[in-house]
């Protein structure tokens, strides 16, 4: 169990090394995260109910999931052919 328990915790210690690279490499997460607070800011001044607020996190899930594929995609394609070709 404590085997288990650990291996959870270094995924999650990689998952936000993950993220704090992501923030500190690319110039729309930082776009992404400042509307992320102004949302979460707006939202909660409103006082949107709990069902508006699962639709708010749903969006804010896909748009910072998209972005991290994105990323993601972004190095491996980086990694593949390091070498920009424009046609």
């Known amino acids: 169990m404590i085997t288990f ?3 959870r915790l270094k995924s999650f210690r990689h998952a936000a090394q993950g ?3 992501m923030l500190k490499d690319e110039h729309n997460a930082w776009i992404h ?3 992320t607070v102004v949302v ?3 939202g909660y001044f409103a006082g ?6 699962c639709w708010i996190v ?3 899930v896909a748009v910072w999931t998209a972005e991290a594929l ?3 995609l972004e190095l491996l394609a980086d990694v593949a052919s390091p ?3 424009r046609w």
Do not use: D, R, V
Not at 48 to 53: F, R, V, Y
């Open 58 to 60: 749903l969006a804010i």
């Open 5 to 7: 328990a650990a291996n």
């Open 33 to 35: 995260l400042l509307a």
């Open 19 to 21: 993220i704090f690279i």
């Open 70 to 72: 994105n990323t993601a």
């Open 40 to 42: 979460c800011s707006a």
């Open 48 to 53: 949107l109910s709990a069902a508006e607020w």
């Open 83 to 85: 070498i920009f070709i």
